[in-house]
């Protein structure tokens, strides 16, 4: 009868074989990439100008939301193909309606909830 822990010697040995590969795509990368530092080279890059200034800026929280209210849908639009696609199943009709809903009501309370908050104003 094998030990118990003999399962897990697979686990580790592909796991070690992974970290291995990895190590070494690194290290034959940084032995084979030509490395010619200059000054410019090693200055701060910002959208082709000239950093000017201490290298902390604030940025208004409405960026962010913008961002996070992108994804919300870029989800909602990753979730909305497949379901449009298996609702013409058969058996699939009502609860994927109603899932589909619910889900639609969870996007609009956010929606209203920022348009409230005044997030989709350009101004």
Do not use: Q
Request: charged share 10%.
């Amino acid at each position: 009868m094998h030990n118990y822990f003999d399962t897990y010697v697979v686990v580790l040995v592909l796991l070690l074989v992974g970290a291995g590969i990895v190590a070494g795509g690194l290290a034959a990368n940084r032995a084979l990439r030509p490395n010619r530092p200059t000054a410019e080279k090693l200055t701060t890059y910002e959208c082709g100008v000239d950093p000017v200034g201490e290298g902390w800026a604030h940025s208004h929280v409405r960026y962010y939301v913008f961002a996070y209210l992108y994804v919300v849908f870029a989800v909602d639009a990753v979730f909305l193909f497949p379901w449009a696609t298996i609702f013409a199943e058969p058996g699939y009709g009502a609860t994927t309606l109603g899932e589909m809903f619910v889900f639609l009501g969870f996007l609009a309370t956010g929606l209203a909830y920022a348009a409230k908050k005044g997030v989709l104003s350009w101004v």
